[in-house]
């Protein structure tokens, strides 16, 4: 019978970097991940103690546990373009409140913070998922433009208001703080990205099939632009903050350089060269960084492949044209 202890042993290792500073132990990770589900479902940590007959501390301890099996599951999904092991329906702490976390020990009073922040953005996360890339949900919503727009613009409100009341101290951060350690409050501007940039490649979706063009409607169509160019780019720029100790999932980063190569492979001839030079320029702001930091190193690694191959290997300019003229 597993036991609380046995769950947090799994959720060690599943913190623990991979062995090649580039490879995601993905097959591993999922796997163990599963496991930790299911043997946190059998001691029936997907129910909320609250009411059950325990002594304070362990109740608090239960929630806490619960919640990060619930997190980990959204954010490795995320990273690992893999269904979710838990559906948030049969998950009752789904998020984190500011009792479950009053009497941990050694918890500043940001750690706090930047944790309950966490835990709403993770709940957010989890919309996305169910709301735009389940199995069934993704294949109804890649031919309907209009239907993918309206679960995208509510999602995409639901998230902006969340990062707009964030607390002044959230905004003042760079990749290292003082001490010369990893500001874990960059780590909510990172996530905060990586659920966007998500959010936006399902708004694109239906327009990656060939022959069909942007939306006619013009404010349909400046959701498009927008979600082509504006976010990527800006998530570019802000990768020059990263530094040698930026800490956080490996294929954060790597979503931009992924979305951007998507959009030079699947733009119309006319706006082909302009997709091509924005990858570019994001692949050149990461070279420079790269030579210090693993997780640019990953991001720019996947995106090189590409161009090792030959980037006319995988898309020929000329077809592009022909198939979107």
């Known amino acids: 019978m597993p036991t609380i202890a046995t769950i947090q042993a799994g959720l060690i ?5 991979p062995v090649e500073e580039l490879v995601l132990d993905s097959a591993f990770k999922w796997t163990l991940l599963g496991t930790v589900v299911s043997a946190s479902q059998s ?19 239960r929630r806490r546990i619960s919640w990060t099996v619930f997190a980990f599951d959204k954010w490795l999904a995320l ?5 979710c092991h838990i559906n948030r329906l049969d998950w009752l702490v789904v998020e984190l409140e500011d009792a479950d976390l009053k009497n941990e020990v050694g918890f500043t009073r940001s750690e706090h913070s930047i ?67 990893p500001d874990p409050r960059f780590l909510i501007h990172l996530s905060y ?30 959701e498009w632009e927008s979600a082509k160019y504006h976010q990527p780019l800006s998530m570019c720029l802000r990768s020059e903050q990263a530094t040698t100790k930026l800490s956080g999932p490996l294929t954060h980063l790597a979503m931009i350089t992924n979305l951007l190569c998507l959009l030079a492979i699947t733009s119309p001839s006319e706006e082909f060269a302009g997709a091509l030079s924005s990858l570019n320029q994001a692949r050149a702001i990461f070279r420079v960084q790269a030579r210090s930091c693993p997780m640019i190193q990953f991001a720019l690694l996947r995106i090189d492949a590409i161009f090792w191959v030959g980037f006319d290997a995988v898309i020929d300019s000329k077809n592009n044209e022909n198939e979107h003229s």
């Open 13 to 17: 290792l599943l913190l623990r970097p």
């Open 43 to 61: 001691i029936g940590l997907h129910l909320d103690a609250r009411s059950w007959k325990l002594p304070q501390e362990e109740v608090l301890l």
């Open 79 to 83: 990273s690992l373009g893999r269904p």
């Open 115 to 181: 944790c309950l922040q966490i835990s709403k953005l993770s709940s957010i996360l989890d919309r996305v998922l169910a709301e735009l890339y389940s199995i069934r949900t993704a294949m109804s919503l890649v031919y309907d433009h209009k239907a993918t727009l309206k679960v995208s613009q509510s999602l995409l409100v639901l998230l902006t208001s969340w990062y707009q009341s964030l607390d002044p101290f959230f905004h003042t951060t760079t990749a290292e703080d003082l001490s010369g350690e």
């Open 193 to 222: 990205h990586a659920v966007k940039i998500t959010i936006l490649r399902a708004l694109l979706r239906p327009f990656y099939r060939a022959g069909v063009t942007a939306p006619n409607d013009p404010i349909e169509h400046a």
